[in-house]
Nanobody, 119 residues
Framework: QVQLVESGGGLVQAGGSLRLSCAAT????????MGWYRQAPGKQRELVASITDAGSTNYADSVKGRFTISRDGAKNTVDLQMNSRSPEDTAVYYC?????????????WGQGTQVTVSS
């Protein structure tokens, strides 16, 4: 069974940088999307960035220009480089893998990692 393990969360000061990594274990098909979501206290989970198996990226407007998502197929990992961090970026960040099978799809979530940005 495919599982996701996140790492790299922690505390960073405002204006600083932090990199999150997500490793996918197990075997899965080529057609897939990996991405990062986040959920702040009292708010709903939202998309941060995603990247397809072909390398196409999608960013939330709030992070565009500051965050960069990338993936390494050989290592089965997806990274999120977060620059110019703001206290508003404080949240639990979740890695997500979407697998496509014909007309159906499966979503697999990581356990989440806390990211805190201090003032």
């Amino acid at each position: 069974q495919v599982q996701l393990v996140e790492s790299g969360g922690g505390l960073v000061q405002a204006g600083g940088s932090l990199r999150l990594s997500c490793a996918a274990t197990g075997k899965f098909g080529i057609v897939n999307i990996m991405g990062w979501y986040r959920q702040a206290p009292g708010k709903q989970r939202e998309l941060v960035a995603s990247i397809t198996d072909a390398g196409s990226t999608n960013y939330a407007d709030s992070v565009k220009g500051r965050f960069t998502i990338s993936r390494d197929g050989a290592k089965n990992t997806v990274d999120l480089q977060m620059n110019s961090r703001s206290p508003e970026d404080t949240a639990v960040y979740y890695c997500k893998l979407t697998l496509f099978y014909g007309f159906s799809r499966d979503d697999i979530w990581g356990q989440g990692t806390q990211v805190t940005v201090s003032s």
